[in-house]
């Protein structure tokens, strides 16, 4: 065991997907008290098999603590906050009475907003993450491994900064690198660039990656959604430079070609999608802070409209 063990006795997954149930499996298959808190089937599959980690080297099972009631964070110093953005909220006033005010809740999700969303109804603090990974639950009871598992996190809380360093040490030992940044929200913003490029685009398309990029009428769309994205978080108050941004936004097609979006995938599937907190909160931002943003807002509707014709159909 290292320094960080005394901060963090009981860790707690709220939201056991692919994210959550990555990072938790990590964690738990590096010796940590682990809980991970999710739905029925998956719950199940791992109380009777434990957790299926498959990754590049092969399979392992994981054995962990699985639940369904939220009550399950209840002495939790350690929460990693991992449901999709929609569900921020709700889940946060769930477990708002289980938690005290020394508990550290980390947010793994996509989206600028999600930590000060949750904070704002929990006693305790809530810290943000960008999360470099690609992961997926092909079934209940197995999360599949892709690419990638590192996070950065950060917070302008000078109190919270030993905490941080022990969250560092505690994932760094897990094999999991985690940086401390004092830009966690301009990475943040960064990632959201990518996401409102990308998104809304493969997903109305139902196209990867390598094809959207392949037609230069959508490249040079997918350039004004990122200028727009620069405009709205330079009005917020970042520092994003746009020829950064832009060859951020081009590197990405030639690396993943044949990846579709969350987006895409959440379409396809039928399950509601975080486009409100990607390519909707620009839009909405933008209408706050007085920056016109006619293209993320038309992406955001388009991709409303096929959720609501895929519910109706
Ligand atoms: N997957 C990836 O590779 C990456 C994902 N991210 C981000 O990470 C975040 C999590 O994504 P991901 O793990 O893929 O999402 P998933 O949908 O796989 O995981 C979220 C899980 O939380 C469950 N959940 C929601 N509400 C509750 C609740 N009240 N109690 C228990 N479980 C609940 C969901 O169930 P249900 O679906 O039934 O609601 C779902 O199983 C997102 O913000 C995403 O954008 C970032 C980088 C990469
Ligand atoms: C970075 C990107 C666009 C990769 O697919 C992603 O995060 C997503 O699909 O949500």
């Given at each position: 065991?290292?320094?960080?063990?005394?901060?963090?006795?009981?860790?707690?997954?709220?939201?056991?997907?692919?994210?959550?149930?990555?990072?938790?499996?990590?964690?738990?298959?590096?010796?940590?008290?682990?809980?991970?808190?999710?739905?029925?089937?998956?719950?199940?599959?791992?109380?009777?098999?434990?957790?299926?980690?498959?990754?590049?080297?092969?399979?392992?099972?994981?054995?962990?603590?699985?639940?369904?009631?939220?009550?399950?964070?209840?002495?939790?110093?350690?929460?990693?906050?991992?449901?999709?953005?929609?569900?921020?909220?709700?889940?946060?006033?769930?477990?708002?009475?289980?938690?005290?005010?020394?508990?550290?809740?980390?947010?793994?999700?996509?989206?600028?907003?999600?930590?000060?969303?949750?904070?704002?109804?929990?006693?305790?603090?809530?810290?943000?993450?960008?999360?470099?990974?690609?992961?997926?639950?092909?079934?209940?009871?197995?999360?599949?491994?892709?690419?990638?598992?590192?996070?950065?996190?950060?917070?302008?809380?000078?109190?919270?900064?030993?905490?941080?360093?022990?969250?560092?040490?505690?994932?760094?030992?897990?094999?999991?690198?985690?940086?401390?940044?004092?830009?966690?929200?301009?990475?943040?913003?960064r990632?959201?660039m990518l996401?409102?490029?990308?998104?809304?685009?493969?997903?109305?398309?139902?196209?990867?990656?390598?094809?959207?990029?392949?037609?230069?009428?959508?490249?040079?769309?997918?350039?004004?959604?990122?200028?727009?994205?620069?405009?709205?978080?330079?009005?917020?108050?970042?520092?994003?430079?746009?020829?950064a941004c832009l060859q951020a936004m081009d590197q990405l097609?030639?690396?993943?070609?044949?990846?579709?979006?969350?987006?895409?995938?959440?379409?396809?599937?039928?399950?509601?999608?975080?486009?409100?907190?990607?390519?909707?909160?620009?839009?909405?931002?933008?209408?706050?802070?007085?920056?016109?943003?006619?293209?993320?807002?038309?992406?955001?509707?388009?991709?409303?409209?096929?959720?609501?014709?895929?519910?109706?159909?």
């Amino acid at each position: 065991m290292n320094d960080s063990t005394p901060f963090f006795a009981h860790i707690a997954v709220v939201g056991a997907g692919a994210v959550g149930s990555f990072f938790g499996a990590m964690l738990a298959r590096a010796g940590h008290r682990v809980v991970l808190i999710g739905r029925p089937a998956h719950v199940e599959a791992i109380r009777r098999e434990g957790l299926q980690l498959q990754m590049k080297g092969g399979t392992e099972r994981v054995a962990l603590e699985a639940q369904t009631d939220i009550a399950a964070v209840q002495g939790a110093d350690l929460v990693l906050l991992c449901v999709k953005s929609p569900d921020t909220e709700a889940v946060a006033l769930e477990m708002a009475p289980h938690l005290g005010a020394d508990a550290l809740v980390l947010s793994l999700q996509n989206g600028v907003d999600n930590a000060a969303r949750a904070a704002r109804h929990l006693p305790c603090a809530v810290v943000p993450s960008v999360v470099y990974v690609a992961t997926a639950m092909p079934a209940p009871g197995i999360v599949a491994h892709f690419g990638r598992g590192d996070l950065v996190i950060g917070s302008p809380d000078a109190a919270l900064q030993p905490r941080l360093q022990a969250v560092a040490a505690l994932f760094g030992a897990a094999g999991v690198p985690v940086v401390v940044s004092p830009d966690v929200m301009g990475e943040l913003w960064r990632k959201l660039m990518l996401n409102c490029a990308y998104n809304a685009i493969s997903a109305i398309a139902q196209q990867p990656y390598g094809a959207m990029v392949a037609l230069p009428e959508i490249q040079a769309v997918m350039r004004e959604v990122v200028e727009e994205v620069v405009a709205v978080a330079r009005a917020d108050g970042q520092r994003l430079d746009l020829d950064a941004c832009l060859q951020a936004m081009d590197q990405l097609a030639p690396a993943m070609p044949g990846q579709m979006s969350s987006t895409a995938q959440d379409l396809a599937r039928g399950k509601p999608s975080e486009i409100d907190h990607l390519n909707g909160f620009i839009a909405r931002r933008g209408e706050a802070l007085g920056v016109a943003t006619p293209v993320n807002r038309t992406l955001h509707a388009l991709v409303r409209l096929a959720e609501a014709a895929r519910r109706g159909g």
